[in-house]
């Protein structure tokens, strides 16, 4: 596609649900990155992949949360039994190469409230 | 500590000023030195990129990397009131990018 697209945009969820955040990269990008970002602040580091391998999940808060990028092309990251400090956007950002420079391109995030 | 820190302003210029942001860094093995723009309620947009240590000129914006002082700067000359965004300084070693906090900047027709 012609930019990172990301689904649903806005999600609203009570506490203790689960949640799965979609990320559909720019085609032919071979790393994929999931950030978190709150309010006022720069994007938090959560995991990346290049192509189907996740290569660092080292940001993510806990064991609730986990990423899969299957086919190497879209990834979905879930959220197990929501809490209210998970509210945030979430953000997915793909890139060329692999190995990674910073070239990110980033999607315009999934906002995501828990109640 | 955090890994990079970056003061949040709230900046505010008038229209043609030259407006410097900066940002300082803790770990030397940074090599990759990144600035992205990001407007309300937008993702971040890649403004500039440089690798290592030196000076990167595109058009009105100039990004400095000084690695001996772990310091980073991105000047705007003549900046213009469709610059008012939010500026993110971002770095890394090639696996993990680390993103400042932002600084707000607002610039007055």
């Known amino acids: 596609g012609a930019g990172v697209s990301q689904s649903p945009r806005y999600k609203v969820t009570k506490r203790g649900q689960d949640v799965a955040l979609r990320c559909d990269p720019i085609?032919?990008?071979?790393?994929l990155y999931w950030y978190r970002q709150a309010l006022g602040q720069g994007p938090e580091f959560l995991t990346y992949?290049?192509?189907?391998?996740?290569?660092?999940k080292s940001g993510l808060p806990n064991d609730r949360f986990s990423a899969e990028r299957p086919e190497g092309s879209i990834s979905t990251l879930t959220i197990q039994r929501t809490e209210q400090r998970d509210s945030a956007m979430y953000r997915c950002?793909?890139?060329?190469?692999?190995?990674?420079?910073?070239?990110?391109?980033f999607g315009e995030g999934s906002r995501l409230t828990v109640l | 500590q955090k890994e990079v820190e970056q003061d949040p302003g709230p900046l505010s210029v008038p229209e043609g000023a030259i407006v410097s942001l900066n940002c300082t860094y803790s770990?030397?093995?940074?090599?990759?030195f990144m600035w992205y723009r990001q407007y309300s309620r937008k993702g971040p947009e890649l403004l500039m990129y440089?690798?290592?240590?030196g000076n990167k000129e595109d058009g009105r914006f100039t990004a400095q990397v000084d690695k001996s002082s772990k310091y980073i700067s991105l000047f705007i000359r003549d900046s213009q009131p469709s610059d008012s965004a939010t500026y993110l300084c971002?770095?890394?070693?090639?696996?993990?990018?680390?993103f400042g906090t932002g600084t707000s900047l607002t610039v007055i027709p």
């Open positions: 971002a770095m890394g070693t090639g696996n993990q990018f680390y």
């Open positions: 950002a793909s890139s060329r190469g692999q190995g990674g420079t910073g070239e990110l391109f």
């Open positions: 440089t690798y290592s240590s």
């Open positions: 992949f290049n192509y189907e391998a996740q290569q660092d």
């Open positions: 085609s032919g990008h071979v790393s």
């Open positions: 770990n030397s093995a940074f090599q990759y």
